[in-house]
């Protein structure tokens, strides 16, 4: 018979699963706060597979993802296990906040340390509590305040495990993205450990698109893994394309900004991409893509500083049509407006 599967010094049985509470630093008030836990633990071995998200406090789209997918009733017939963590940070939760009470951005602490900072401790606690007894992970981020990202994957390309994985979620850009220092993903893949980056959407807010995209690809990478059954569906998501390289392009000069390109558009080299115009005399000031490729993030508020990143472009391989790419980023938009059954 399996054995049970130990974390947080609580055992789950096969077949089985639980909410556990891992007990955090309290607030200055002196009110407790705990890390809530759910783990389903299959009948059948398997992977040990991670989701985390608002990592970032004011990053929300992963907390529905996660909620939903903890919903599902095919979870019933799950191989290997799950370990969810639907709020990393919930300092940063309370306060609407990307960072920690101490100012310090937690996917830049680890792997931190039993007697640092409390960003240091957070980080320590998630890496030996949790990533330690995990084989995969997926952890769920949207763009920063006022920014929108489109649904996309960031991952260490180069290693073959992880761009099959990656390839599987289902969304159509794919980014080769080298780690930074502190990240998580820095240290899983110091660890070895295969580790997807969704980010999708927007930092305090709902999309519903990037949130249905969410737990399509978080399923669609545990059949991959073969903790899930094979979907029944006949259909095939087009092949990802994979983005080497990315730029942004930065406000020529401060005041208003009226965009003139929408996310997920094929822009070409010279394309305009919108202006900056003085709120007082109306004098316009032309934004232009310095490069050809598709418009993967987006400054929301239309006021800005010289100098502020507006549009975040993807280039593509010189096989790959960026004007395919966004042909494909449309479709892909289309076919999560309407909620498809994921039981």
């Given at each position: 018979m399996r054995e049970s599967f130990t974390i947080s010094n609580t055992e789950v049985a096969p077949g089985s699963r639980a909410v556990i509470n891992v007990p955090l630093p309290k607030l200055s008030s002196h009110t407790s706060m705990d890390m809530p836990l759910h783990v389903i633990h299959g009948r059948?071995?398997?992977?040990?597979?991670?989701l985390s998200a608002a990592i970032h406090g004011d990053e929300l789209n992963g907390i529905e993802i996660i909620r939903r997918v903890l919903a599902l009733k095919s979870l019933a017939k799950l191989s290997g296990t799950l370990v969810a963590?639907?709020?990393?940070?919930?300092?940063?939760?309370?306060?609407?906040?990307r960072y920690l009470p101490d100012r310090r951005d937690l996917n830049r602490s680890f792997p931190g340390s039993e007697g640092g900072s409390l960003a240091a401790r957070l980080a320590n606690l998630?890496?030996?509590?949790i990533v330690t007894k995990c084989t995969h992970g997926i952890d769920l981020h949207t763009g920063a305040v006022n920014r929108?990202?489109?649904?996309?994957?960031?991952a260490d390309l180069?290693?073959?495990?992880t761009r099959e994985l990656a390839r599987s979620f289902g969304v159509p850009v794919l980014i080769n993205s080298s780690v930074r220092d502190g990240s998580l993903r820095a240290e899983t893949s110091a660890l070895g450990m295969p580790v997807l980056l969704y980010e999708?959407?927007?930092?305090?807010?709902?999309?519903?698109?990037?949130?249905?995209?969410?737990?399509t690809g978080v399923l669609n990478v545990m059949r991959a893994l073969k903790m899930l059954p094979p979907s029944k569906s006949r259909s095939t998501a087009p092949e990802p394309f994979v983005a080497r390289k990315s730029y942004w392009v930065r406000a020529p000069e401060s005041g208003m900004i009226n965009m003139k390109t929408?996310?997920?558009?094929?822009?070409?080299?010279?394309?305009l991409l919108g202006y900056t115009y003085d709120p007082y005399s109306g004098a316009q000031h032309p934004i232009y893509s310095t490069l050809e490729g598709v418009i993967i993030g987006r400054l929301e508020l239309p006021m800005v500083y010289e100098g502020d990143a507006v549009f975040h472009i993807a280039c593509f391989n010189n096989n790959d049509s960026a004007l395919d790419v966004a042909e494909q980023v449309?479709?892909?938009?289309?076919?999560?407006?309407?909620?498809p059954s994921q039981g």
């Open positions: 059948k071995q398997g992977p040990v597979l991670f963590i639907p709020v990393v940070n919930a300092y940063g939760l309370i306060q609407h906040s998630f890496m030996e509590e929108t990202n489109l649904p996309q994957i960031r180069d290693d073959p495990e999708a959407g927007e930092a305090l807010r709902y999309d519903e698109i990037a949130i249905r995209a969410g737990v929408a996310l997920g558009a094929h822009v070409k080299k010279g394309t449309e479709s892909f938009q289309t076919n999560h407006t309407d909620d």
